[in-house]
């Protein structure tokens, strides 16, 4: 009985939990501060002064150049226009396009549904967008009302589909680009609301809770390491669930963007 007692730190909870807990806090709160961090520097550094042609060649893709060029690399073009990416928007499957483009492929495709990707042919059921939706100080009417239009296009979009129902392996698709952005937002200043952002530290309270409880679908002191299966699972939940609760957010900002 002794050298059983001896083996766990704690009766009823395995090493293993003990051990694996703290490092998954320790890099979640890293990951975290960091995203803050960076965006906390973008917003502090404002971009430099370009060219008065620049910016009226690329309209709003200049302040948010430094984070797509930082993801994307100096390559990262429109696929559709072969340029520069103007008022740029993500898709949920990585890809980078003109919001202009996009939408006008979206107009000219089949309107009964979703569009798919030129790139990769997945379905498109989200645009993300990556550029700032206040207006620019230089901007002329004419670069006000596109700008309008592309984000009411936008939302409408998203509106449209992002609610739809969608097998799991494509949710473990857009885990990566989803979770990014939600992020971003997260710690943004006017981004995600405030009821947002509490479901989403909920989640997480959540999911730490049942990592640090005794009380397992798959027992750690049974089956070992095996026993961290179910937490992992568990994780992948929450994440999931994450950009479920984002897709919501898209879904209802158009309301707000469009009043």
Do not use: K
């Amino acid at each position: 009985m002794c050298a059983d007692d001896a083996e766990g730190l704690i009766e009823g909870v395995g090493n293993e939990v003990l051990f694996t807990v703290p490092v998954v806090a320790a890099v979640v709160f890293g990951l975290l501060c960091f995203a803050g961090w960076q965006q906390l520097r973008q917003l502090s550094s404002p971009p430099p002064a370009a060219p008065t042609s620049a910016r009226l060649d690329n309209g709003a893709a200049l302040p948010a150049r430094g984070s797509m060029a930082a993801h994307y690399g100096s390559d990262a073009q429109c696929p559709i226009c072969l340029g520069e990416p103007r008022h740029p928007v993500e898709t949920n499957c990585g890809h980078l396009f003109c919001a202009s483009c996009l939408v006008s492929y979206w107009h000219h495709g089949n309107w009964r549904g979703a569009v798919r990707c030129p790139v990769c042919r997945q379905q498109v059921s989200v645009m993300l967008r990556c550029f700032q939706d206040q207006h620019l100080p230089d901007e002329t009417d004419a670069q006000r009302e596109e700008r309008a239009r592309l984000l009411r296009d936008i939302n409408d979009y998203n509106r449209r589909y992002s609610g739809e129902p969608r097998p799991w392996l494509d949710h473990l698709r857009d885990l990566p680009t989803l979770l990014r952005h939600a992020g971003s937002e997260f710690f943004s200043v006017g981004g995600i609301m405030y009821m947002f952002r509490l479901r989403i530290v909920l989640c997480f309270v959540a999911a730490i809770m049942y990592l640090i409880s005794p009380l397992d679908m798959i027992p750690e002191a049974i089956f070992g390491i095996l026993g961290l299966l179910d937490d992992l699972f568990v994780v992948l939940l929450l994440a999931i669930y994450v950009t479920v609760i984002y897709r919501r957010f898209l879904a209802a900002r158009w309301q707000e963007d469009t009043t």
